[in-house]
């Protein structure tokens, strides 16, 4: 077909006989080599090793964006004054072209499922196989938990479907559960062949090629699923491995750095850009959120401190009500309120809160999410331990992530160790509240009293760090309680056009290249951002 083509060409614009030479020359060499269809910058096969890296640095870009979804929906966050044009991000009258972005986490699953692919069956690679399937069910569950079902037994699959079905969410779920069990096995089977980690140890970004903490994260998100669920899936296999849950924080990191554009991606989008520009400054502390920090319904000058500016002022830290516009809105410094140092000086990259610095790893699971999950699973008895344990070790958790800066160690400020400065905000904590169940567990007089305060507790520990796992756990349980129209007894916007009685959507829609490219399969009864809900959801 080639030559065809050459001496076509040779009629019409009269090549001279040296270059028809030169072209049956390279064609005998080397049959392929103008393939024009191949490009060598562009590999078809890449070792999974060099894949997976990349697939959990997106995975925090995602993270990124289910948090902003996840704080401006779930009451962590209002806009802010001096700007407009916030639309359905106020009236919740939702669009597909709402929060679309969260879809892109199909691009991610595809890198682990290009891994899994690249490994099953390879003995010597059993580690990153196992880590790949774990990370696709924590982005398979973020997608089900923002949009219920989804494309899942047929997507993944390149050109063989192009419009995949959506499965059932009950089913995923339980699917899911059934993954990680797969995964735990496979990292087992590599430690009784005694297989060291090294193919995994480098480009595992997370636990650097820790597989106890990987089995540790699968068990903790099988958890998160049996909990989210309750009742409402059969699992085939309901039980959990003896392995334990996570007892630390697992944080990506790429080796982010304030240079070149490399920043963590919370950084970048709230704090201020590489170059020292103000990041996103468009919104602001909700007063709901505040008010259990103020005193109002809980007090906690140590988080409060640690994460707000000018929290310590009386009034410093700006606050609004979802949807209000009118004049006297505080405007987000230069910088974000999020960031408790002075804003105006950008050379401070490391400190304490939420945001910690540009070079900070990002956070997939908190320790503390995983502690209050387990109180819950207990409270349930749906695991054996102590509920009123584990919520007091999540709050302390909480409390040391809080104060950990971008580096991993924990602010001692005045004290001798870490340690001994963590302990005393604890239990000054649970002192300065010592009539109030939601922070003293032994205080709560009824089963509904106790999961209030863990997933109030919960809630607050995610606060713009994971805001959607927060929202998640409001629709699920409805705690932390809202109440009234005020900013302080709700966090719904003030131009809700909701129709539910506390005011808020139940989900986001369906993006606009699903309702374009594959509307015979995208389900018809999710077209009302407040009808229609998860499956988990109250």
């Known amino acids: 077909m080639f030559l065809y083509r050459t001496l076509k060409i040779y009629k019409m614009k009269r090549v001279s006989i040296i270059m028809i030479l030169l072209v049956a020359a390279v064609m005998y060499s080397c049959n392929d080599y103008l393939d024009i269809n191949e490009n060598v ?32 929906i779930g009451g962590y966050a209002a806009n802010a004054g001096g700007y407009g044009g916030f639309n359905e991000t106020v009236s919740y009258a939702y669009t597909p072209n709402n929060y679309s972005n969260l879809w892109l986490e199909y691009d991610n699953l595809e890198d682990y499922q290009y891994i899994i692919d690249q490994t099953k069956g390879d003995s010597t690679n059993l580690y990153l196989y196992a880590a790949a399937k774990i990370m696709k069910c924590y982005g398979f569950q973020l997608l089900v938990d923002a949009y219920n079902n989804v494309p899942y037994s047929q997507a993944l699959s390149g050109e063989k479907y192009l419009t995949p ?20 096995a496979a990292i087992k089977k590599g430690q009784s062949f005694d297989i ?14 820790d597989m106890t903490k990987w089995i540790k994260l699968a068990n903790t998100i099988k958890l998160r699923l049996f ?36 920043q963590n991606p919370k950084w970048d989008t709230w704090a201020f850009g590489y170059t020292g ?20 319904k809980i007090a906690d000058p140590f988080r409060g401190s640690a994460m707000y500016y000018q929290f310590a002022i009386k009034g410093g830290t700006g606050t609004n009500q979802l949807g209000y516009e009118a004049t006297g809105i505080p405007k987000s410094p230069d910088g974000s309120f999020w960031y408790p140092t002075d ?18 790893g990002y956070p997939m699971f908190l320790a503390a ?19 009123e344990t584990l919520f007091n070790t999540g709050i302390k958790a909480s409390i040391s992530y809080t104060y950990q800066l971008s580096d991993g160690t924990i602010e001692k400020d005045t004290f001798d160790t870490s340690d001994k400065r963590i302990a005393f905000m604890d239990t000054a904590y649970h002192k300065i509240n010592s009539t109030n169940y939601l922070v003293n567990f032994n205080l709560a007089g009824s089963f509904e009293e106790q999961l209030e305060a863990i997933i109030t507790q919960k809630y607050l520990a995610l606060n713009m760090i994971n805001s959607h796992e927060g929202w998640n756990e409001y629709r699920r349980t409805g705690y932390p309680k809202v109440s009234g129209s005020t900013a302080e007894g709700t966090f719904a916007s003030k131009v809700s056009l909701s129709t539910r009685v506390d005011k808020l959507p139940s989900r986001i829609l369906y993006p606009t290249s699903e309702v374009q490219y594959n509307s015979s399969n995208v389900p018809s009864a999710t077209t009302n951002s407040f009808t229609s809900l998860i499956f988990w959801a109250k």
């Open 277 to 296: 520009s103000a990041g996103n400054k468009a919104w602001i502390p909700s007063t709901f959120i505040m008010t259990y920090y103020d005193t109002t």
């Open 41 to 72: 910058n562009k590999p078809t096969s890449v070792a999974p090793e060099l894949v997976f890296p990349q697939a959990l640095t997106s995975t925090a870009d995602n993270l990124d964006n289910f948090n902003t979804y996840g704080m401006q």
């Open 196 to 209: 060291k980690p090294t193919s995994i140890t480098t480009p595992d970004i997370v636990f650097k090629g």
């Open 165 to 184: 079905v959506y499965d059932d969410a009950t089913k995923i779920y339980d699917s899911l559960a059934l993954s990680l069990d797969d995964a735990i």
């Open 369 to 387: 999410e995983s502690y209050f999950l387990q109180s819950e699973a207990a409270l349930r008895t749906m695991i054996s331990g102590d509920a």
């Open 227 to 262: 909990v989210r669920a309750g009742s409402k899936v059969t699992f085939t296999n309901p039980t959990i491995s003896t392995d334990g849950f996570l007892t630390e924080d697992a944080l990506i990191n790429p080796g982010y750095t304030k240079d070149n554009n490399r």
């Open 343 to 360: 804003v105006t000086r950008k050379e401070f990259t490391d400190t304490t809160g939420v945001l910690k610095g540009p070079s900070a």
